[in-house]
């Protein structure tokens, strides 16, 4: 049962879960508040935009650094653009005023993946975030036609070399597993005609922008999802946004991301994707629908999704107040507990759930937060006692007994305890 007004372990479940972590204000802010007054205010919010874009090289001057035989400046050049980029999204990940927008930006950043390594064109890597940022609290069907048209995707997934001679299938697809319908809910068949319908989408490389190839597209003739008349692209998007199934498929992915990553409740789920889809793919009315159900605040989810790295590094410079870090160095950090902003292993994203802890990155964890725990300075905490501390930074009762002589010590227990792991 959804509480009427929400305590600090409430708030605390909302922050980790639709948020960036336990961030002492935020929380208090809501408490007394109903959990529909502060869901609705968390949407209402107008994505905050990142100061400061980084400045990255263009496609043409990759080419030219290239036709000059510069391939030593080039590949440093490559190396800085990629990792300025990485330090500007993970700074604004830090300092951000709108923490559920940039959360989305996170699920679609994992539903959508794009790696800057295969496209290596860091300003379309950019321009695909920012696309992702404009529309992650916007409207789906907005937001699939604008991904499917994107550059670095069309890189990525190889749809930029899809020609009429020589359909190529990876686009089609990723499309149909990962960005709609889901495994088993499509035939190779359906694969090939999406993959002709696709043909001649391409990427003008002197604007970086998108361009149809009218003389290598070939109107697609075959039935798609089981209709006919799906000739090109845009049509294969609508016929795609017309299915049960991709509304659902989207409800589902927000169950594993927002309650457990157990099976989903499909009853549940359903009920979410019928508002999804009766809201014209409006992103604002499915997550009402997810933070304001009873499976969202149901005891039973809490404490069971673990932290994701960025989850964790957000958590904990947004929660505690630490010492300025290096952009660099937060960089660093998320390379080495598996999580390297703009590289997901695979077109499906980062696996997540138990993935994210095995033997050596539980170790890579408690060593990072060690070694920030040295730099903390002995600021007065908010809550003074270990009950207080294990209810503002912790899911769930820690494993062990939050012993110490002060606060920071308490603070210190909590950060340490498996249960920190937990959101």
């Given at each position: 049962m959804i509480s009427t007004s929400l305590d600090l372990p409430d708030a605390r479940h909302l922050a980790v879960r639709a948020c960036l972590g336990e961030e002492w204000l935020l929380m208090q802010s809501w408490q007394g508040a109903s959990p529909q007054t502060v869901v609705r205010r968390l949407l209402a919010a107008e994505p905050q935009m990142p100061a400061k874009p980084p400045t990255l090289a263009s496609w043409g001057s990759w080419e030219n650094m290239l036709e000059q035989g510069e391939m030593a400046q080039a590949r440093e050049q490559l190396n800085r653009d990629k990792m300025a980029l990485k330090q500007w999204w993970l700074q604004h990940l830090l300092h951000t005023q709108t923490p559920l927008a940039e959360r989305m930006v996170m699920f679609w950043h994992n539903h959508f993946t794009t790696s800057i390594n295969k496209v290596n064109q860091p300003n379309?890597?950019?321009?695909?975030?920012?696309?992702?940022?404009?529309?992650a609290l916007g409207n789906f069907r907005a937001l699939l036609h604008a991904i499917a048209r994107d550059p670095a995707m069309l890189i990525y997934l190889d749809g930029a070399m899809n020609y009429k001679q020589h359909p190529n299938e990876n686009f089609a697809r990723e499309?149909?597993?990962?960005?709609?319908?889901?495994?088993?809910?499509?035939?190779?068949?359906?694969?090939?005609?999406?993959?002709?319908?696709?043909?001649?989408?391409?990427?003008?490389?002197?604007?970086?922008?998108?361009?149809?190839?009218?003389q290598h597209h070939a109107p697609n003739t075959q039935p798609?999802?089981?209709?006919?008349?799906?000739?090109?692209?845009?049509?294969?998007?609508d016929a795609l946004l017309e299915h049960p199934r991709t509304a659902e498929h989207i409800a589902e992915k927000c169950w594993y991301a927002f309650v457990s990553t157990e099976s989903h409740d499909q009853a549940q789920t359903r009920q979410w994707a019928n508002a999804f889809r009766s809201s014209g793919y409006d992103i604002k009315t499915l997550l009402e629908s997810?933070?304001?159900?009873?499976?969202?605040?149901?005891?039973?989810?809490?404490?069971?999704?673990?932290?994701?790295?960025?989850?964790?590094?957000?958590?904990?410079?947004?929660?505690?107040?630490?010492?300025?870090?290096?952009?660099?160095?937060?960089?660093?950090?998320?390379?080495?507990?598996?999580?390297?902003?703009?590289?997901?292993?695979?077109?499906?994203?980062?696996?997540?759930?138990?993935?994210?802890?095995?033997?050596?990155?539980?170790?890579?964890?408690?060593?990072?937060?060690?070694?920030?725990?040295?730099t903390l300075p002995p600021t007065p905490l908010p809550v003074q006692s270990a009950a207080q501390i294990a209810q503002w930074l912790l899911a769930t009762s820690p494993v062990k007994a939050l012993t110490g002589d002060s606060p920071q010590q308490f603070l210190l227990a909590a950060m340490f305890d498996p249960a920190y792991q937990l959101k």
């Open positions: 379309l890597v950019l321009q695909q975030h920012q696309l992702i940022r404009q529309h499309l149909l597993e990962l960005f709609t319908l889901g495994s088993g809910h499509y035939r190779e068949s359906d694969i090939k005609a999406a993959a002709c319908a696709f043909t001649g989408w391409t990427v003008d490389r002197n604007s970086n922008r998108f361009l149809l190839d009218a798609f999802l089981g209709k006919s008349g799906v000739q090109d692209g845009e049509q294969a998007l997810v933070l304001l159900s009873e499976a969202f605040w149901a005891q039973q989810h809490r404490g069971v999704l673990i932290k994701s790295p960025l989850d964790l590094l957000t958590g904990v410079f947004r929660a505690l107040p630490w010492p300025g870090v290096a952009p660099s160095e937060l960089v660093k950090y998320a390379e080495k507990l598996g999580q390297n902003p703009f590289v997901p292993p695979t077109p499906k994203g980062w696996e997540g759930g138990k993935a994210w802890i095995t033997t050596q990155s539980l170790l890579d964890r408690y060593g990072i937060l060690f070694q920030l725990t040295r």
